[in-house]
């Protein structure tokens, strides 16, 4: 009932930057937590940046100072500023959401499709 759609990924030289978006849709009450986590060949699915419901965040150490998260469009849209981009960035980035249906009590976690992310060197 829930989807989430990420886009704005792409291939970027070093130091460039990108931004993107992730759109909640459908049956939606609450979106509680939103982040955005990447993923390489071969690795483990990691933490990139966390936003709560009221705006708390958090970013993983290879990230801070250069990427920024956001909510927006009545909290149904997170956003990654993405800057100082590195080689090391490149991945697969995906949305997360723990969401609250409508009408519902417990809330259910959800993953987008995923956006590639490419910087050259």
């Known amino acids: 009932q829930v989807q989430l759609v990420e886009s704005g990924g792409g291939l970027v030289q070093a130091g460039g930057s990108l931004r993107l978006s992730c759109v909640a849709s459908?049956?939606?009450?609450?979106?509680?937590?939103m982040g955005w986590y990447h993923q390489v060949p071969g690795k483990q699915r990691e933490l990139v940046a966390v936003?709560?419901?009221?705006?708390?965040?958090t970013y993983a150490d290879s990230v801070k100072g250069r990427f920024t998260i956001s909510r927006e469009n009545a909290k149904s849209t997170v956003c990654l500023q993405m800057n100082s981009l590195k080689p090391e960035d490149t991945a697969v980035y995906y949305c997360?959401?723990?969401?609250?249906?409508?009408?519902?009590?417990?809330?259910?976690?959800?993953w987008g499709q995923g956006t590639q992310v490419t910087v050259s060197s």
């Open positions: 997360n959401a723990d969401v609250r249906l409508r009408l519902e009590w417990t809330a259910r976690n959800y």
């Open positions: 459908g049956s939606i009450g609450r979106l509680n937590t």
């Open positions: 936003i709560t419901s009221v705006g708390s965040t």
